[in-house]
């Protein structure tokens, strides 16, 4: 499948969308936002251009898109500040793949640009633009970056990886949708292989990108330990495989169909990172941490349920057909509400802060 034909959060406003269902995802970045923010200042003290060109790859649709570029706006004028010096004017470049829904991001720009304006005298010089397009590969011209920013998104790779496929096309991780305790050492070698190429791939196109002195601030799942069935990043995706067999055997979908679903996913460790990361060589690691998210809140299994649902919904659509959708995360809720009655679900992300040497 064409993942930039076909991939994306779910738009608009509605009850089921991106925007209204990333809740999640904004407490992730938000845990480690003042490493992002300290980032952007030392970059900027270092280098102090006049104009500050800044890119967020996987920015999606909805209200973590703006908000993280107004953190990093407001955290630069700061520094300028505390240097005695003019405040910059800005260049931010918005990256999704194409069916990402910009129009709704573009819809909200002129209520950020008044609050940048907000202030005695302030005036803030932001120019934002949409560059759609597969961050796996160049997206911007050579050395013209200062800062990239990607949180929640790279840990989706560019495609399913071909060699869980056996040579007859038939996929050897049936049982699964992504790597679990039930996987062939093959499937697990296969995904790992993925990642290497695309997480390669992502580092060349930056460090082409990226002007000396530049940084990267990258947050993304992750796993803790080398053990691939990892119990964090596996839980999620395996109640959704059990619910769509659940179905099937309801006779709700067909059972071929659930075994041929894989995800485009992967939950590196800190080792596969540190590993793409020596071997590329353009950049300097300054910080790589690891955290963990559990419950939060007394509505904690719905709000995991839309969540997932507002991220794959694009792909079982297209897979599965529309219809089954409601169902199937009828059940899937059901199943996360009875897991949460045992035991939390938890996840590992873990952030990374590098400088191009
Ligand atoms: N940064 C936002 C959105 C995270 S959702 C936040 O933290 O809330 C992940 C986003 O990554 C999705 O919008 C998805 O379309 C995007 N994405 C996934 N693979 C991508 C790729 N190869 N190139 C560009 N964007 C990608």
């Known amino acids: 499948?064409?993942?930039?034909?076909?991939?994306?959060?779910?738009?608009?406003?509605?009850?089921?969308?991106?925007?209204?269902?990333?809740?999640?995802?904004?407490?992730?970045?938000?845990?480690?936002?003042?490493?992002?923010?300290?980032s952007i200042q030392e970059m900027y003290s270092k280098t102090a251009p006049e104009?500050?060109?800044?890119?967020?790859?996987?920015?999606?649709?909805?209200?973590?898109?703006?908000?993280?570029?107004?953190?990093l706006v407001c955290a630069v004028e700061i520094?300028?500040?505390?240097?005695?010096?003019?405040?910059?004017?800005?260049?931010?470049?918005?990256?999704?793949?194409?069916?990402?829904?910009?129009?709704?991001?573009?819809?909200?720009?002129?209520?950020?640009y008044r609050e940048l304006k907000i202030g005695a005298g302030r005036s803030l010089c932001v120019y934002i633009g949409a560059y759609p397009g597969t961050f796996y590969g160049r997206l911007f011209p050579t050395?013209?970056?200062?800062?990239?920013?990607?949180?929640?998104?790279?840990?989706?790779?560019?495609?399913?990886?071909?060699?869980?496929?056996?040579k007859n096309g038939e996929t050897m991780n049936k049982g699964s949708l992504?790597?679990?305790?039930?996987?062939?050492?093959?499937?697990?070698?296969?995904?790992?292989?993925?990642?290497?190429?695309?997480?390669?791939?992502?580092?060349?196109?930056?460090?082409?990108?990226?002007?000396?002195?530049?940084?990267?601030?990258?947050?993304?799942?992750?796993?803790?330990?080398?053990?691939?069935?990892?119990?964090?990043?596996?839980?999620?995706?395996e109640l959704l495989y059990q619910s769509l067999v659940d179905l099937a055997n309801q006779g709700e979908l067909e059972k071929e169909k659930v075994d041929r679903y894989e995800v485009h996913f992967y939950a590196p460790s800190k080792e596969e990172l540190e590993d793409e990361i020596r071997k590329e060589g353009s950049f300097r690691v300054e910080l790589m941490e690891a955290f963990e998210m559990g419950k939060d809140r007394a509505n904690y299994g719905k709000v995991v349920t839309l969540t997932v649902r507002s991220i794959q919904e694009s792909m079982l659509a297209h897979h599965f057909g529309e219809t089954?959708?409601?169902?199937?995360?009828?059940?899937?809720?059901?199943?996360?509400?009875?897991?949460?009655a045992k035991e939390d679900i938890k996840s590992i992300s873990r952030v990374m802060v590098l400088t191009k040497l």
Request: proline share 5%; with cysteine.
């Open 143 to 166: 050395k013209s970056l200062h800062f990239v920013y990607s949180s929640n998104s790279l840990h989706w790779l560019s495609k399913v990886p071909p060699g869980i496929y056996d």
């Open 79 to 112: 520094a300028a500040g505390n240097m005695a010096r003019p405040v910059p004017e800005f260049r931010v470049a918005l990256n999704d793949l194409p069916t990402n829904d910009f129009n709704t991001i573009f819809q909200a720009l002129p209520d950020l």
């Open 1 to 38: 499948m064409d993942m930039e034909k076909n991939f994306h959060m779910k738009g608009g406003l509605g009850d089921t969308s991106y925007s209204m269902n990333s809740s999640l995802q904004k407490r992730v970045a938000d845990k480690v936002k003042h490493i992002t923010l300290e």
């Open 178 to 237: 992504y790597i679990s305790v039930r996987s062939p050492p093959q499937v697990v070698q296969a995904y790992l292989k993925q990642f290497q190429e695309d997480f390669s791939l992502f580092l060349k196109s930056r460090s082409e990108e990226l002007m000396s002195g530049g940084r990267m601030v990258l947050v993304m799942l992750g796993r803790r330990g080398s053990s691939h069935a990892d119990r964090e990043t596996s839980l999620l995706w």
């Open 324 to 340: 089954i959708l409601d169902k199937l995360f009828e059940h899937y809720g059901r199943l996360i509400d009875e897991h949460l």
């Open 51 to 71: 104009i500050v060109s800044i890119a967020d790859l996987g920015c999606s649709s909805g209200p973590n898109t703006l908000s993280n570029i107004k953190d």
